[in-house]
């Protein structure tokens, strides 16, 4: 079974800062690109930060300079280090690997920020 399994989600006060981890099942993914999106209650889906098995990233504008996203292919694992977290950076956030044209998504991990 595919699973993607996200930890790291919490409450933190504005310019905080927060990692979260995604750890996937299978080996499938050691090639693929994984990323992270965020939905915040009443909001669509979006993307936040991608990672290429070669290390290429791309980010959202609204958390450039501030996220970082990350993956170590032995561990199977994509990383999104989270800094200076804004009031309108809360949300669940979901893990997603795409392999062959297929989407697998995690549980999704909430994120809140207040102070």
């Known amino acids: 079974q595919v699973q993607l399994v996200e930890s790291g989600g919490g409450w933190v006060q504005p310019g905080g800062s927060l990692r979260l981890s995604c750890a996937a099942s299978?080996?499938?993914?050691?090639?693929?690109?994984m990323g992270w999106y965020r939905q915040a209650p009443g909001k669509q889906r979006l993307l936040v930060a991608i990672?290429?098995?070669?290390?290429?990233?791309d980010y959202d504008d609204s958390v450039k300079g501030r996220f970082t996203i990350s993956r170590d292919n032995e561990k199977i694992t994509v990383y999104l280090q989270m800094n200076d977290l804004k009031p309108e950076d809360p949300a669940v956030y979901f893990c997603?690997?795409?392999?062959?044209?297929?989407?697998?998504w995690g549980q999704g991990t909430q994120v809140t920020v207040s102070s």
């Open positions: 299978t080996s499938i993914f050691s090639s693929s690109p």
């Open positions: 997603n690997a795409q392999w062959w044209g297929t989407d697998f």
């Open positions: 990672v290429t098995s070669t290390g290429s990233t």
